[in-house]
């Protein structure tokens, strides 16, 4: 279920620390390192998966509760109305660095366009 090189798979596994905002039976959500918005956390699944289009075909109810808890992050940081991203970057156009699926929450002030 784990990897032993995978850096989010060591953070979930409490080998490299991390700030906690929220964990369930399936995910974790902690603060990213470089945070690029007041409010930057990602959630994991528990269990390795290499990126959102693994997940997707592979484990589609883990997917479904890495998005519910994406929402319930959202809410904790008392984002849920001011608005809010959910971002999966998947492959290397879209500068993908960790190879274990993450949902990036980004929000807690007006966010730009995508784009290059
Ligand atoms: P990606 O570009 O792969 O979608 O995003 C990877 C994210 O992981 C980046 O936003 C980066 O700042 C974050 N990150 C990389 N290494 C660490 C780490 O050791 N701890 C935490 N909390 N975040 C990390
Ligand atoms: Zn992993």
Redesign the pocket.
Known sequence: MSQPDC?FCK?IAGE?P??EVLSTDTVYA???????AST?V?VVPKAHHEDARALAADAPELLADVVRAGAEVAAAEGIADSGYRL???TGDD?????FHA?L?VVGGEPLGLFGK
């Not at 902690?30 to 690029?36: H, L, S, T, V």
């Not at 879209?94 to 960790?98: L, Q």
């Open positions: 850096l953070i490299i991390s700030t902690f603060r990213d390192i470089n945070p690029q930057h990602l971002v999966f970057n879209a500068g993908r660095t960790v993450h990036h």
